[in-house]
C-alpha cells in the first residue's frame, strides 16, 4: 500500500482546498512545520478517511460523538461551511490497483452525517462504499494501525507501559488472533442463550457458571491494564511538567539562589588560589625571570665568558712550556732549535688569538651562568608561563561566578515556582504510589484468573468426556465446548509459531538502532501472554526500569518496525514528531536505518528543531517528496509549500 494523494477541503487550519501529491519512487516523505502549523491534522485526517468513526485518534479525542469529532475539523474562516478528506492509494500485490476513498460532511445539519464515496481504478465502487470498514480492515486491522501511523510522543508513553496492552492488541490482531476471539465470542453467546432457557444439566450449568465467572475476572483484569495504562500516561505527562518547571526555574536563576553558599565557597576557594598563584610569580620575578628579559645578552656573557676562560688557559699553558723545554733540553742531545722555533709559534699563536678580557669571571661564576643560560632561565619560562594560564583561567572563574553572583533575581516569582515544582513533585509521588497499587492489584487479579481458568479447563475437559448427547441443546453445548477449546489451542500454538519469528525480529531491529549493543542482546515474548522481556548476553533479564527513556522508546520503536516487517500487506508509515525524546546518537541511528526502512512508505511530519539541516543532509539520498506547511496569522490557516522548511515561520 502506498498513499499517493491526499485532498483537504475546510480541514482543521486547511482552508480551501489543499493537496499534498507523492509522487517520489524513494521511500521517505517529508513534511515540515513548526508546531500548530497542521502535522498532527495531517495524520488525523488519513486516519479519518481510512477508518472513520473507528480511528484511534477520535476515540482518544475529547469528542463525546463522532458528529462532534466531524464537526470540530470545520475550518470556521471558510465561506462555506463544507468540508471533506480524500484519500488515494494503491495496493500492489501483482497487480496494480488504485483506490480512493472521499469523506465529506458540513456543519448545516443539526446531526452531522457524512458522505463515502469509494473508487476503484479511476470507477465508483458501490460495494466498496457499503462495504469499506470491512475491506480496509483486511488491508490495516485498525488494531493495527496505531503502530503504523504513530505520534513519537505517544511511543514515549508506550515506553513506559507494564502492561503492553496495546501492543498485545496489535500482535494478537497482526496474527489474525482477535477474529478467533470473534469466533469465541460468538459461540459463547450461543452458549448463554442456552443457559438462559435451562434446559441444561447441573454440570453443564456449573460449567457455564464457570466461564462467567472466568469472564467477570478477565474483564476486571482488563479495567485495570486500562486504569495502569491511563495512570502511565499521567506519569509521563506528570513528569514532563515537572521537568518544565525545573527548566524555568533555572532561567529564572533558581541554580544561582539554592547554590549561593556554595558558589561563595568556591569562589573564595578561587580567590585563595589566584592570591597563591600571583605569590608564586612575585617569588619568580624577584628571582631569574627578569633575566628572561636580556636573555640574548646573557647567552653573549656565557660565550664571551667561555671564550676568556679558555684563552687564560692557553696562556698559563704557554707560561709551563720554557721550563718543560729547559728540562727537555737537559736531556735531550739531538738538534735543539726545532723545538724553540715551535716554542715561539705557540707564543705567537697565543698572543694573536688571545680573547680580550671583559667579564673575567671566575671559575664558579662561569658554571652559575652556564647553569643559568642551559637549565633555569628555560624552566623559569615554562613556570610562569603554567602561572600565568592558571591565573587566567581562576580569574574567568571568578568573573563567571560574579556574573552569576549579580543577576537581577525576582526571589517572589522564584518562590512561587518552588512551590509549584514541590507540588508536581507530590503528584508524581502519588502517580507512582497509584500505579504501584495498580500493579499490585493487576498481580492479584492475573493469579486469580490463572486459577479460575485453569479450573474451568479441567472442568469443562470433564464435562466433555462425561456428557451424553441426549437431544440438540446437548449437542449444542458439548460441540460448542469443543469447539472452544480447539480455538484455545489454536490460538496458543499458532502464537508459539509466530512468537519466536516476531521476537527474533524485534531483536534484529534493536540491534541495528541501538547504542550500547552489549546491554541488549535478545528480546523474547511469552507465547501465551505476549509479554516480553530483553536479555543480556549471558541471558539475564535485564528491567526496563534500567533503561533510558529514550532507549525505551528504541525498543518500542524496533516493535514496531518488526511488527511492520512481519505482517503480510507493504503498509505505509506515518510518524508524528518522530525524535521525541531522543538524544544525537539515537537519533542518528533513526534517520540513517530506521527511517529509510521503516515501511514501503514513510511519511515523517517534523519540526525545524527534530530534523535540522544536519540531519536533513543525512537522510536526503532516501526522500522522494517534501513539503512545507506555511501558516498565515491573517487568514489563520496553512498552505502547502513544495521543499523542507521552505520559508516556515
Known amino acids: 500500500m502506498r498513499i499517493k494523494k491526499l485532498q483537504l477541503h475546510n480541514f482543521g487550519v486547511y482552508a480551501g482546498d489543499n493537496e499534498f501529491i507523492f509522487e517520489g519512487h524513494k521511500s521517505i516523505v517529508l513534511i515540515g512545520g513548526m508546531n500548530g502549523r497542521g502535522k498532527t491534522t495531517f495524520l488525523e485526517a488519513v486516519l479519518l478517511a481510512l477508518y472513520g468513526s473507528r480511528s484511534f485518534a477520535y476515540s482518544e479525542s475529547d469528542q463525546k460523538t463522532y458528529s462532534g469529532y466531524l464537526r470540530s475539523f470545520i475550518n470556521r474562516g471558510s465561506d462555506d461551511q463544507t ?33 463515502i464515496s469509494v473508487y476503484k481504478d ?3 465502487n458501490e460495494f466498496l462504499t457499503c462495504n469499506w470498514s470491512l475491506f480496509i480492515e483486511n488491508i490495516l486491522p485498525s488494531a493495527l494501525a496505531s503502530f503504523f501511523f504513530f505520534d513519537g510522543e505517544k511511543i514515549a508513553e508506550l515506553a513506559v507501559d507494564s502492561t503492553n496492552v496495546q501492543i498485545k492488541d496489535s500482535i494478537r490482531s497482526m496474527l489474525g488472533i482477535s477474529v478467533l476471539d470473534m469466533l469465541s465470542n460468538d459461540i459463547i453467546r450461543n452458549l448463554k442463550k442456552i443457559n438462559r432457557k435451562g434446559t441444561q444439566d447441573q454440570t453443564s450449568k456449573e460449567v457455564q457458571q464457570l466461564r ?30 515537572l521537568e518544565a518547571l525545573h527548566q524555568l526555574y533555572t532561567a529564572k536563576g533558581g541554580d544561582v539562589v539554592s547554590k549561593r553558599q ?47 676562560h679558555a684563552s687564560a688557559i692557553m696562556q698559563e699553558s704557554v707560561q709551563q712550556l720554557d721550563s718543560i723545554f729547559l728540562d727537555f733540553a737537559s736531556r735531550y742531545t739531538g738538534d735543539k732549535e726545532a723545538g724553540k722555533d715551535f716554542i715561539k709559534f705557540v707564543k705567537k699563536y697565543t698572543e694573536d688569538n688571545q680573547t680580550d678580557t671583559v667579564y673575567g669571571l671566575s671559575d664558579q661564576a662561569l658554571f652559575q651562568v652556564n647553569n643559568l643560560v642551559e637549565g633555569i632561565l628555560e624552566s623559569t619560562f615554562k613556570e610562569a608561563n603554567n602561572l600565568l594560564k592558571k591565573k587566567a583561567g581562576i580569574e574567568k572563574q571568578i ?32 502517580d507512582q504510589v497509584k500505579i504501584a497499587e495498580l500493579e499490585q492489584k493487576r498481580g492479584v487479579a492475573n493469579a486469580k484468573l490463572i486459577a479460575k481458568v485453569s479450573e474451568f479447563n479441567k472442568r469443562v ?22 469447539a472452544l477449546n480447539v480455538i484455545r489451542r489454536y490460538q496458543i500454538e499458532l502464537q508459539k509459531r509466530k512468537i519466536v519469528l516476531l521476537a527474533s525480529t524485534i531483536t534484529d531491529c534493536y ?13 523474547e515474548m511469552n507465547s501465551e501472554t505476549l509479554d516480553w522481556k530483553c536479555l543480556s548476553g549471558n541471558g539475564d533479564e535485564i528491567p526496563r526500569d534500567s533503561l533510558s527513556a529514550g532507549e525505551k522508546q528504541l525498543l518500542v520503536i524496533s516493535i514496531l518496525w518488526a ?15 518522530p525524535l521525541s525524546r531522543m538524544d544525537s546518537m539515537h537519533r542518528t541511528a533513526l534517520i540513517t536505518t530506521y527511517f529509510p526502512n521503516a515501511g514501503e512508505q514513510t511519511i515523517i511530519l517534523s519540526t525545524d528543531s527534530e530534523i535540522d539541516e544536519g540531519y536533513y543532509q543525512l537522510m536526503k539520498k532516501n526522500i522522494g517528496d517534501e513539503y512545507t506547511l506555511n501558516y498565515d496569522e491573517v487568514s489563520q490557516s496553512t498552505s502547502i509549500k513544495k521543499g523542507y522548511l521552505i520559508g516556515a515561520e
Open 83 to 115: 468540508c471533506s478528506v480524500k484519500l488515494e492509494f494503491e495496493i500492489n500485490n501483482g497487480v496494480c490497483e488504485n483506490y480512493i476513498i472521499k469523506r465529506a460532511w458540513d456543519a448545516d445539519c443539526k446531526r452531522t452525517k457524512e458522505q
Open 122 to 124: 479511476g470507477e465508483y
Open 212 to 241: 462467567d465467572e472466568k469472564e467477570i475476572m478477565e474483564k476486571e483484569l482488563a479495567e485495570i491494564d486500562a486504569a495502569l495504562e491511563k495512570a502511565n500516561r499521567k506519569l509521563v505527562r506528570d513528569n514532563d511538567s
Open 262 to 308: 556554595e558558589i561563595l565557597q568556591k569562589r573564595s576557594t578561587l580567590v585563595a588560589e589566584h592570591s597563591r598563584t600571583k605569590d608564586a610569580l612575585y617569588v619568580l620575578v624577584a628571582e631569574e625571570l627578569p633575566l628572561l628579559l636580556v636573555r640574548d645578552f646573557v647567552s653573549e656573557i656565557k660565550l664571551q665568558a667561555t671564550d676568556e
Open 399 to 430: 568573573s563567571e561566578m560574579d556574573s552569576y553572583l549579580t543577576l537581577d533575581i525576582n526571589d517572589q516569582e522564584l518562590q512561587d515556582i518552588y512551590e509549584k515544582i514541590k507540588k508536581a513533585e507530590q503528584v508524581l509521588i502519588d
Open 461 to 482: 475437559e470433564a464435562f466433555l468426556a462425561t456428557v451424553e448427547v441426549r437431544d440438540s441443546t446437548d449437542r449444542i453445548t458439548r460441540y460448542s465446548n469443543i
Open 511 to 523: 540491534l541495528k538502532l541501538a547504542n550500547k549493543k552489549t546491554l541488549i542482546q535478545k528480546i
Open 563 to 577: 511488527l511492520t516487517i512481519c505482517a503480510k500487506q507493504k503498509l505505509p508509515v506515518i510518524i508524528d514528531t
